[in-house]
């Protein structure tokens, strides 16, 4: 073999050397692009899984969320009526036993009245102005002794629902207790309608009964007021337990 031949040979075995190496680059370079698209898929699939197990999740916690939200709705109204059933347990028994008792403490007295607005709440619009003040001295020698007609306050009160204005924006209702210096006092306000008849409707048979009732057991030791002011009326009762006690001591003498 001469050295031209040789040559020949030397670069014909290199162009098919090249050519092979050049076609194990492009079979390569093709496998790696179908695994890049296998994996892209395999990702995007992944991603699809993923996204829907996420709104799957959002879904399950959705749905709770919102049957958390039913519940809480029904174990309100739940709860206002066991509470009303409660306060309701509370002033039967009141008047039942203690109203049989010819006197009950100012403290029993107030909580049982307490507990009977407590109930006449669940009426009203929750945009009605309830207002109920206890100013009490806790301290007074007379707070915890039976000195106090029971029931004494259940008129003023009732009436007040029974006669306020509820269609009024401006209605309201406010009660205020006060025990101070071994005096009882009760007032309450309610703004009235223009569509009643003001001293009729409000002096009614039941205020008669509690006057004379409040004259009977305490005599001058109380006074009672009723006065209408700018379509508001307001009832004030107040006793004097302390020259109570004093003449029933003397009455016993």
Not at 30 to 48: D, T
Not at 240 to 252: D, G, P, Q, T, V
């Amino acid at each position: 073999m001469n050295f031209e031949n040789f040559y020949i040979y030397l670069l014909t075995g290199i162009g098919i050397l090249f050519v092979g190496i050049i076609s194990v680059l492009i079979y390569r370079l093709f496998q790696s692009e179908k695994k890049r698209k296998i994996a892209e898929n395999s990702f995007r699939e992944l991603e699809s899984k993923v996204n829907k197990l996420e709104l799957q999740t959002l879904e399950s916690k959705l749905s709770p969320h919102l049957f958390k939200n039913v519940l809480n709705s029904i174990q309100s109204y739940a709860y206002q009526t066991y509470y009303a059933m409660d306060k309701l347990a509370y002033v039967l028994d009141y008047v039942l036993y203690e109203s049989k008792r010819k006197f009950v403490t100012p403290k029993e007295e107030i909580e049982f009245a307490l507990n009977l607005i407590e109930i006449n709440k669940i009426k009203l619009s929750p945009l009605f102005q309830l207002d109920v003040k206890v100013k009490v001295r806790e301290t007074e020698p007379l707070y915890e002794q039976r000195l106090l007609a029971p029931l004494i306050s259940i008129d003023l009160i009732e009436n007040a629902f029974k006669h306020a204005d509820l269609q009024n924006p401006d209605a309201f209702i406010t009660v205020t207790f006060v025990f101070k210096d071994n005096i009882f006092s009760l007032t309450v306000a309610n703004k009235i309608s223009s569509k009643e008849s003001i001293i009729k409707e409000k002096g009614g048979i039941g205020i008669e009964t509690l006057k004379q009732r409040l004259r009977i057991i305490y005599q001058d030791n109380f006074s009672m007021e009723q006065f209408v002011e700018n379509d508001i009326y307001i009832s004030h009762l107040k006793i004097n337990l302390f020259e109570h006690k004093a003449k029933m001591r003397i009455a016993r003498r």
